[in-house]
């Protein structure tokens, strides 16, 4: 059941933050006063993997300043989005987020997105300390 919940929580926590980071992004960039983020149904499975992997992950290298911390998630985050991301182009033919510019690898990672996936595994590092001290597993 524990892990079902970290699955879930961290699910819909990556999917709303992808939503709200395009509402802003489209406003920006199209002045779109509506703020209609977007998603894509197949991120559910990868945030919903961050969540089961940032248990183990944190325990292990707790004693390790953010800094470095901050650097290992932002490895991982990239190495599970490309795999992801390719494993899609397989086995649909596509890639929903396909990037373009020169700051990415094989449109499947965004380099210019560093600063904001460094953000998002400080914050999953809190979710995840959160849900262990209130959780009784």
Do not use: Q
Request: charged share 15%; proline share 4%; with cysteine.
């Amino acid at each position: 059941m524990k892990y079902l919940l970290l699955f879930l929580i961290f699910s819909f926590f990556g999917v709303g933050v992808e939503i709200f980071f395009s509402s802003i992004h489209d406003y920006i960039r199209y002045k779109d006063i509506a703020f209609k983020g977007r998603s894509y149904l197949w991120m559910f499975p990868i945030y919903g993997a961050w969540g089961l992997a940032i248990g183990p992950l944190y325990n292990l290298i707790d004693f390790i300043p953010f800094a470095i911390r901050g650097f290992i998630y932002l490895v991982i985050i990239f190495a599970g989005e490309f795999c992801y991301g390719y494993i899609l182009k397989i086995a649909i033919k596509k890639c929903p987020w396909e990037y373009k510019g020169r700051w990415t690898l094989l449109g499947l990672v965004n380099l210019l997105y560093i600063p904001f996936w460094l953000i998002f595994g400080y914050i999953s590092e809190l979710i995840y300390r959160g849900f262990i001290s209130v959780t009784i597993y």
